[in-house]
């Protein structure tokens, strides 16, 4: 009987023995660490596609200066976005004022585009700020009015709120929910 057992205990430690040395095989051949930065071909749309999860207050200036966006208008307005995103207005604005002054309303259009489902969403706080930003650039864009004048109503920002709105309206002429939301906005501001 005790010969079995020095057999079953041989046998069991023969099979870790190989489980152990099989496991540092594999370790010793490593695997290749990933990339540390995003791996960008040039253009904004895919820049931005690889920074946009980093587009939030905590990592949006760190990610930006890791991985610069491309020097062309979509790479500066994509920056511009992303800066927006991340409640960074004030860099936002200093990536669009960098362009020359003819294209600065086509990089706040890309913000507007990338803002656009926040708004949608409708998280007043962070698009209403957005929106604004877009209509200092491209002051009829109707549908940034829009938002901005919804945003600034539903926190209270009565002047504003009915500056944009007034505004939209202005440009806007179809009957539809935007002008009948907007209508009532201002009618419970008079």
């Excluded at 540092?24 to 660490?33: D, F, I, L, N, T």
């Excluded at 920056?79 to 990089?107: E, F, H, N, Q, T």
Aim: charged share 20%.
């Amino acid at each position: 009987m005790h010969r079995s057992l020095y057999l079953l205990g041989a046998g069991y430690l023969a099979i870790c023995g190989v489980l152990v040395l099989r496991h540092q095989a594999r370790r010793s051949r490593g695997v290749e660490p990933g990339p540390t930065s995003v791996q960008i071909d040039g253009s904004g749309s895919a820049w931005f596609a690889g920074i946009k999860s980093h587009c939030n207050v905590v990592e949006v200036e760190l990610a930006q200066r890791g991985t610069p966006a491309p020097a062309a208008l979509d790479g500066q307005a994509f920056s511009a976005a992303c800066y927006a995103l991340g409640g960074k207005l004030d860099s936002a604005r200093a990536v669009i004022d960098r362009l020359p002054a003819d294209d600065r309303y086509k990089a706040a259009g890309i913000v507007f585009d990338v803002a656009h489902p926040v708004a949608d969403a409708g998280d007043d706080r962070s698009a209403g700020p957005i929106m604004e930003l877009v209509v200092e650039y491209w002051p009829n864009h109707y549908m940034a009015l829009y938002h901005a004048g919804m945003a600034e109503y539903a926190l209270g920002q009565r002047g504003l709120a009915r500056t944009h709105l007034e505004s939209f309206l202005s440009l806007y002429h179809a009957n539809d929910g935007w002008t009948s939301s907007a209508r009532d906005a201002l009618a419970h501001l008079q």
